[in-house]
């Protein structure tokens, strides 16, 4: 699964499973967004390894792809990105996706309660909706958010 695609699953399951923060301790060095790219080969046997762990600063883009494939349509990806707004880690490995703000307390990325104990928020939405107007014509928007 690439980044993009573990982030964007991120964002849609949010808000399921129950609620468990667990501490990594871990003696590995972060990769920044900049160094992912030129090494792809050693970070995918670190995956299967060790565990790969990753740090966005405030600020880094990433790239999103968002595809699906429906009985009745397909979903063409865009030019969308993920701008982070603080320092966030990420932890990969065979037992999952983690996501932290300190790079010691994880959650995993199934775990929207957890997720919530990390990044406080009282309350979170998936909102998905069908919009028309004159100026942009019919449209659907969807809206993911933790506040």
Do not use: H, W
């Not at 009745?72 to 030019?79: M, R, W």
């Not at 990969?92 to 983690?98: D, I, N, P």
């Amino acid at each position: 699964m690439t980044i993009s695609r573990i982030m964007i699953f991120l964002s849609a399951t949010l808000f399921f499973g129950c609620s468990s923060i667990k501490t990594i301790n871990t003696d590995l060095k972060p990769i920044l967004i900049t160094d992912l790219d030129n090494m792809a080969e050693e970070y995918g046997k670190r995956l299967n390894g060790e565990g790969l762990l990753i740090k966005f600063d405030k600020g880094d883009v990433l790239p999103v792809e968002v595809t699906s494939q429906l009985p009745f349509a397909t979903l063409e990806s865009g030019d969308n990105q993920l701008v982070f707004s603080q320092t966030t880690f990420v932890f990969l490995s065979r037992e999952g996706a983690f996501i932290s703000p300190d790079g010691n307390r994880f959650a995993p990325v199934y775990d929207g309660r957890a997720i919530k104990k990390l990044y406080p928020a009282k309350q979170g939405t998936v909102s998905i909706g069908f919009a028309i107007t004159r100026d942009e014509g019919a449209r659907l928007k969807t809206d993911v958010s933790l506040q």
